[in-house]
């Protein structure tokens, strides 16, 4: 069992940026892939950024490319999504959520969820 806490969300400025983290515990942090998916009203969940399990491997939703960042810390069971040039359409409730072995960005291959941090962009 893993359990996931997101934390960092807030209402920020367009152009702006914010810093959410999701800390991880219970079973070994670093055994997972990790995601970041989001959820905006009225829209299906998608996926944002994936990162596999020493981080050497990242994947980016091309709406995201080149504003947002994950990365992890292992040792600190954390996981982290940079995000800059923040627009109006990246508002939405940001979850993390821990996969398998391998870097994916398939939903139903997640297995642990967080409860997400809501993140809102001013216009």
């Known amino acids: 069992q893993v359990q996931l806490v997101e934390s960092g969300g807030g209402l920020v400025q367009a152009g702006g940026s914010l810093k959410v983290s999701c800390a991880a515990s219970?079973?070994?942090?670093?055994?997972?892939?990790m995601g970041w998916f989001r959820r905006a009203p009225g829209k299906e969940r998608e996926i944002v950024a994936a990162?596999?399990?020493?981080?050497?491997?990242?994947y980016y939703a091309d709406s995201v490319k080149g504003r947002f960042t994950i990365s992890r810390d292992n040792a600190k069971n954390t996981l982290y999504l940079q995000m800059n040039s923040l627009k109006p359409e990246d508002t939405a409730l940001y979850y993390c959520?821990?996969?398998?072995?391998?870097?994916?960005?398939?939903?139903?291959?997640?297995?642990?969820w967080g409860q997400g941090t809501q993140v809102t962009v001013s216009s």
């Open positions: 959520a821990a996969g398998g072995t391998v870097i994916t960005t398939n939903p139903w291959q997640y297995i642990y």
């Open positions: 219970g079973r070994t942090f670093s055994a997972y892939a």
């Open positions: 990162i596999s399990r020493t981080g050497g491997d990242t």
